[in-house]
C-alpha cells in the first residue's frame, strides 16, 4: 500500500510538467470522472447555470428544480436523492438513474498541537488528497487542494515530488469545503478559504471555477469573496481568466527577486518570466483598498538577504501589494534550510521601513506535516511509523477504509 497517490492511471513527473498549453494526462481523466459508468453525470461539478441546463436539457422538469437540487446538494449536504423529500418518488429515482452525488470519504484526520486539522479524503478513484483546517485569531480559514499532487515541482514543496497524477473535479474541490464544515460543531464556520492546498490552481481552472462559484453562491456554501483567495506560482494568461470570471483574492507565490534565483526553485519561471508574472500582476484587476498577497519562502542563503529585501520592494513598486514572509519548513528530503529568526526579522524589518504591508506567517500544524509546502506525505508517513490504524481509531474511523 502507498500513501503518495497511486491511482490506475498515475502520470509520469515528466509528462505531468509538459507544456501548460496542451491538455495534460490529469485532464482526460478528470473527465472520465465527470460522468460514471452508466453515463450517470457527476451532478455535484456543475455550477448552477450548468445545472440549470441540465435540469431543462436532461431531467426535462421546469427550472426551479434547479434551485431545489443545488439547495439539497449544497445547503443541506444531501448524500442521496433519497433524502429530497420534497421531490416525488418517482423524480428522484429518475435523478437516481441519471446523475449521482459524490463524496468525499474521510481516510485520515490529525489534530496538531496548536490546533491545526488535517483532514485525508479518499476519493473514488484512491488517490487521497489532504485539506487543512487553521484556526488563528477569531479566523477559522480551511486550505483546499485542487489537484492530486502537482506539475509545477517547486523545489521546497513535497507535493512537488508526487508529480501531477489528476485535476480534482469541481464537486471534489467544493466537498472538501461542505464537508469539514460540517464537522465542526453548531455555531462554528469556516471564515476563510484559501486555494492553496495540493496544487496549482489555475492549473484546473476548468474545475475551479465551477468550485469556486458553488463556495460563493447565497444558496449553497455562501463565502464571501473577500475571504476567498486563490493561490498560483504565476501562470500568466490564466491570471487573467480567473479575474474575468471571479472576484476573488489573488495570492503570488513569489519567492524570488531575481530569474535566476526564481528559475532555481520554481521550474515555471522558465515559462512566464518574473517580470511577466509582475506584468500580469498590475494588469490584474484589484478592488479599491485591496492588495495582490505576494508569499515569500525565506530559504537560508538563496533569497533572504538585505539585497533581496532590497530588490522585492523595487519589483513591487507600483502594485498595490503585500509580502507574506514564510520561513522554510526544513524537511530531511532537502537541503534547504530555514533562516535564522534574526536573519527573518531583518528582512521582514527592512520590507516594513520601506512601508511595504508585511507580515511573517507563523508555521502551523508543523507535527501533523499540515505546514506549507508539507502536504502530501501525510498517509505514506503514517504508514510506514507503523500508525495508521492507530491513528484513524482515534479520529473514530473504520480501520480499513471505506
Ligand atoms: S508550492 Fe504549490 S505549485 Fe509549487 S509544487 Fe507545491 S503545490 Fe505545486
Redesign the pocket.
Given at each position: 500500500m502507498s500513501a503518495t497517490p497511486q491511482g490506475p492511471e498515475a502520470v509520469s513527473n515528466d509528462a505531468a510538467r509538459g507544456s501548460l498549453d496542451t491538455p495534460v494526462a490529469g485532464s482526460g481523466k478528470v473527465a472520465r470522472l465527470l460522468r460514471d459508468a452508466s453515463g450517470r453525470i457527476d451532478l455535484k461539478s456543475l455550477d448552477f447555470q450548468a445545472l440549470q441546463n441540465w435540469v431543462r436539457d436532461e431531467l426535462h422538469e421546469k427550472p426551479f428544480r434547479a434551485r431545489q437540487l443545488w439547495k439539497w446538494m449544497w445547503q443541506k449536504g444531501a448524500r442521496s436523492f433519497d433524502e429530497m423529500t420534497d421531490l416525488a418518488r418517482p423524480l428522484r429515482e429518475r435523478l437516481s438513474a441519471l446523475a449521482f452525488l459524490p463524496f468525499l470519504h474521510p481516510d485520515l484526520i490529525l489534530k496538531s498541537d496548536d490546533g491545526t486539522m488535517k483532514f485525508l479524503w479518499r476519493l473514488e478513484d484512491g488517490f487521497v488528497i489532504e485539506s487543512v483546517l487553521i484556526p488563528d485569531d477569531g479566523r477559522l480559514t480551511l486550505c483546499v487542494s485542487s489537484?492530486v499532487?502537482?506539475?509545477?515541482?517547486?523545489t521546497?514543496?513535497?507535493?512537488?515530488d508526487i508529480g501531477l497524477r489528476r485535476h480534482l473535479k469541481a464537486s471534489e474541490i467544493a466537498n472538501q469545503a461542505l464537508q469539514v464544515q460540517r464537522q465542526l460543531p453548531e455555531g462554528t464556520r469556516i471564515t476563510n478559504l484559501v486555494m492553496?492546498?495540493?496544487?496549482?490552481p489555475l492549473?484546473n481552472l476548468g474545475q475551479l471555477i465551477p468550485a469556486l462559484r458553488i463556495c460563493l453562491d447565497d444558496d449553497a456554501l455562501n463565502f464571501s469573496h473577500r475571504k476567498v483567495t486563490v493561490?498560483?506560482?504565476g501562470l500568466v494568461p490564466r491570471m487573467a481568466e480567473l479575474a474575468a470570471a471571479l472576484p476573488v483574492n489573488l495570492a503570488v507565490?513569489l519567492n524570488a527577486t531575481t530569474e535566476e534565483q526564481r528559475r532555481a526553485i520554481?521550474p515555471?519561471t522558465r515559462k512566464y518570466s518574473l517580470e511577466e508574472l509582475l506584468e500580469a500582476c498590475r494588469q490584474f484587476p484589484m478592488p479599491r483598498h485591496k492588495r495582490i498577497t505576494f508569499e515569500y519562502v525565506l530559504l537560508a542563503g538563496h533569497n533572504d538577504s538585505l539585497d533581496d529585501a532590497e530588490r522585492l520592494c523595487g519589483l513591487l513598486r507600483g502594485i498595490p501589494a503585500k509580502v507574506n514572509l514564510i520561513p522554510y519548513n526544513e524537511n530531511p528530503d532537502r537541503p534547504l534550510r530555514r533562516p535564522a529568526d534574526a536573519v527573518i526579522k531583518a528582512f521582514q524589518h527592512y520590507l516594513l521601513q520601506k512601508g511595504m504591508n508585511t507580515s511573517v506567517r507563523a508555521t502551523r500544524g508543523l507535527d501533523i506535516s499540515a505546514a506549507?509546502?508539507q502536504?502530501?506525505k501525510a498517509r505514506q508517513q503514517a504508514i510506514d511509523q507503523g500508525w495508521l490504524d492507530d491513528a484513524r481509531r482515534i479520529a473514530g474511523l473504520p480501520t480499513e477504509p471505506r
Amino acid at each position: 500500500m502507498s500513501a503518495t497517490p497511486q491511482g490506475p492511471e498515475a502520470v509520469s513527473n515528466d509528462a505531468a510538467r509538459g507544456s501548460l498549453d496542451t491538455p495534460v494526462a490529469g485532464s482526460g481523466k478528470v473527465a472520465r470522472l465527470l460522468r460514471d459508468a452508466s453515463g450517470r453525470i457527476d451532478l455535484k461539478s456543475l455550477d448552477f447555470q450548468a445545472l440549470q441546463n441540465w435540469v431543462r436539457d436532461e431531467l426535462h422538469e421546469k427550472p426551479f428544480r434547479a434551485r431545489q437540487l443545488w439547495k439539497w446538494m449544497w445547503q443541506k449536504g444531501a448524500r442521496s436523492f433519497d433524502e429530497m423529500t420534497d421531490l416525488a418518488r418517482p423524480l428522484r429515482e429518475r435523478l437516481s438513474a441519471l446523475a449521482f452525488l459524490p463524496f468525499l470519504h474521510p481516510d485520515l484526520i490529525l489534530k496538531s498541537d496548536d490546533g491545526t486539522m488535517k483532514f485525508l479524503w479518499r476519493l473514488e478513484d484512491g488517490f487521497v488528497i489532504e485539506s487543512v483546517l487553521i484556526p488563528d485569531d477569531g479566523r477559522l480559514t480551511l486550505c483546499v487542494s485542487s489537484q492530486v499532487g502537482c506539475a509545477m515541482a517547486c523545489t521546497f514543496c513535497l507535493t512537488g515530488d508526487i508529480g501531477l497524477r489528476r485535476h480534482l473535479k469541481a464537486s471534489e474541490i467544493a466537498n472538501q469545503a461542505l464537508q469539514v464544515q460540517r464537522q465542526l460543531p453548531e455555531g462554528t464556520r469556516i471564515t476563510n478559504l484559501v486555494m492553496m492546498g495540493m496544487g496549482e490552481p489555475l492549473h484546473n481552472l476548468g474545475q475551479l471555477i465551477p468550485a469556486l462559484r458553488i463556495c460563493l453562491d447565497d444558496d449553497a456554501l455562501n463565502f464571501s469573496h473577500r475571504k476567498v483567495t486563490v493561490s498560483t506560482v504565476g501562470l500568466v494568461p490564466r491570471m487573467a481568466e480567473l479575474a474575468a470570471a471571479l472576484p476573488v483574492n489573488l495570492a503570488v507565490s513569489l519567492n524570488a527577486t531575481t530569474e535566476e534565483q526564481r528559475r532555481a526553485i520554481m521550474p515555471i519561471t522558465r515559462k512566464y518570466s518574473l517580470e511577466e508574472l509582475l506584468e500580469a500582476c498590475r494588469q490584474f484587476p484589484m478592488p479599491r483598498h485591496k492588495r495582490i498577497t505576494f508569499e515569500y519562502v525565506l530559504l537560508a542563503g538563496h533569497n533572504d538577504s538585505l539585497d533581496d529585501a532590497e530588490r522585492l520592494c523595487g519589483l513591487l513598486r507600483g502594485i498595490p501589494a503585500k509580502v507574506n514572509l514564510i520561513p522554510y519548513n526544513e524537511n530531511p528530503d532537502r537541503p534547504l534550510r530555514r533562516p535564522a529568526d534574526a536573519v527573518i526579522k531583518a528582512f521582514q524589518h527592512y520590507l516594513l521601513q520601506k512601508g511595504m504591508n508585511t507580515s511573517v506567517r507563523a508555521t502551523r500544524g508543523l507535527d501533523i506535516s499540515a505546514a506549507c509546502g508539507q502536504l502530501g506525505k501525510a498517509r505514506q508517513q503514517a504508514i510506514d511509523q507503523g500508525w495508521l490504524d492507530d491513528a484513524r481509531r482515534i479520529a473514530g474511523l473504520p480501520t480499513e477504509p471505506r
